[in-house]
């Protein structure tokens, strides 16, 4: 019995190393139906930064991390200052498709504000 506890406990650590793992865009992108709905750790250069309003008047920021093959869009209410050009780590939830409203949304990451 005390090695099915540790086994299990073995696997427990292992699920968990592989969550807090720092992932490229193109990591994220090979793995995308795995991934798909996961808290993930991000890491990329910042491009196409948009600072937005939503139709209710709530700020957001939009922009794309990138790496050297791929870029993944990230939405954020917080009001942290992004720089564009700059290679930065950001944590949220994953979506390889999003709906929302009439609008479908592909590969994006969910800041935890």
């Known amino acids: ?3 099915l506890r540790f ?3 073995a696997a427990l650590f292992v699920c968990a190393a592989a969550a807090a793992a720092k992932l490229s865009p ?3 992108l090979y793995s995308t139906n795995q991934l798909n ?3 993930i750790t ?3 250069v910042v491009t ?3 600072a937005l309003v939503t139709p209710d008047g709530q700020p957001y920021q939009s922009f794309k991390l990138c790496d050297a093959g791929a870029c993944i869009t990230v939405f954020t209410r917080d009001n942290s200052t992004y720089t564009e050009g700059k290679e930065i ?3 949220g939830h994953f979506w390889a498709v999003r709906h929302e409203g009439y ?3 592909y590969n994006e990451i969910i800041l935890d504000d």
């Open 89 to 91: 780590t950001v944590t």
């Open 37 to 39: 709905g996961q808290d």
């Open 103 to 105: 609008t479908t949304r």
């Open 1 to 3: 019995m005390g090695k």
């Open 26 to 28: 193109a990591q994220v």
């Open 42 to 44: 991000l890491v990329g």
């Open 7 to 9: 086994a299990s406990l």
């Open 48 to 50: 196409s930064l948009k």
